[in-house]
């Protein structure tokens, strides 16, 4: 990993992608056990005022679902394609992950499912959890799920659910519920609840899965085995919603977000470099030039390198510390 010295500064590449990479609403990325960068996007769909009713249940299935490559692996290093999948899938994308051996995990919020699918090319759904098209509350159905995490030592997986649920689920491997806190558990613990858990990483190192509690501007962490809760990170400098998390044990451990826009506070929208331990911000950034719209989602590579998913922009952004400008 790089070296964290105090100028540790994330700038972005301004000739990534090298050419456009044609995207719709950007709503997840994840790396793949090649260290490919994997982009979930909506294509032609869009998530707007009118996508739902009031009982979260989604206006436009005739549309049928989306019929561009929803799934697009590429090169962290030019941003050029190198695999392209997941047509006639999806409605709504929202979060992907992928597990050790390199199945995607992808949450779409119009299905209100969580599907396990693999990434051979074949889109063949390994696992599906919840009911498509069909919102709920218990253990076999969710209402617009946000975003899955992998235990990588036991092969578990949490679920953050979602808008219109306030919740994380556990499931097993094969897809036995196992335990859930927050809202509509019996989680005794009287703590504000979660509004909209959006976006769930794993931390390999210390057994834990964070969640961005979007609208309350705060990242949580829990111990996976137990769900009990481990610490806060809310920050000013957040303005309010955290959109997405994710992790690299570079540097002792590091959390990177990004923020959102809020109605009443007018802050900058920004990627933050946070220490685990000391919840100290090491380093704010956005692309000069072209702003930031709605980022959405956020990955950190072995390498250094930091790529933002922008739903509001549809595009995707790459951030390096090197010091392009630094003379040898
Ligand atoms: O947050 C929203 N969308 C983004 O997170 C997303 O596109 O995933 C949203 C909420 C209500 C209505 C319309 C959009």
Not at 183 to 195: C, E, H, L, T, V
Not at 245 to 271: C, H
Request: hydrophobic letters at 35%; proline letters at 4%.
């Amino acid at each position: 990993g790089q070296v964290l010295d105090q100028d540790f500064h994330l700038e972005r590449v301004l000739a990534w992608p090298q050419s456009s990479l044609q995207l719709g609403q950007v709503s997840g990325l994840a790396l793949d056990t090649n260290s490919n960068l994997v982009i979930f996007h909506r294509g032609d769909h869009h998530w707007g005022e009118d996508s739902f009713n009031s009982q979260a249940r989604y206006q436009q299935r005739s549309l049928g679902p989306i019929q561009q490559s929803t799934i697009l692996v590429v090169d962290p290093a030019k941003g050029n394609i190198l695999k392209a999948s997941g047509r006639n899938m999806f409605y709504l994308p929202h979060g992907i992950t992928i597990d050790k051996e390199n199945n995607y995990w992808v949450t779409d919020v119009a299905l209100h499912q969580v599907l396990k699918v693999s990434s051979d090319g074949r889109d063949r759904t390994l696992l599906a959890l919840g009911e498509a098209f069909t919102p709920g509350s218990d253990i076999t159905h969710f209402c617009q799920p946000t975003d899955v995490a992998v235990d990588t030592g036991t092969g578990n997986i949490f679920v953050s659910d979602g808008y219109c649920n306030a919740r994380i689920l556990k499931f097993s491997p094969d897809g036995k519920y196992l335990s859930q806190w927050g809202a509509g558990s019996s989680d005794r613990r009287r703590r504000i609840p979660f509004q909209i858990p959006h976006s769930l990483v794993f931390l390999p190192e210390r057994q834990e899965v964070c969640v961005a509690d979007r609208e309350n501007g705060r990242i949580q962490c829990f111990i996976t085995e137990t769900g009990e809760f481990v610490k806060e990170i809310k920050k000013e400098e957040f303005g309010g919603k955290v959109f997405a998390i994710t992790f690299s044990p570079a540097g002792g451990g590091l959390i990177f977000a990004v923020n959102g826009a809020s109605a009443y506070r007018s802050v900058p929208l920004s990627g933050f470099v946070i220490n685990y331990s000391t919840k100290e911000i090491l380093d704010t950034f956005s692309p000069e030039k072209k702003e930031f719209k709605m980022p959405h989602d956020i990955v950190a590579t072995r390498d250094g390198s930091v790529f933002v998913g922008d739903a509001g922009s549809k595009s995707v952004f790459k951030f390096t510390t090197e010091k392009s400008h630094r003379s040898v």
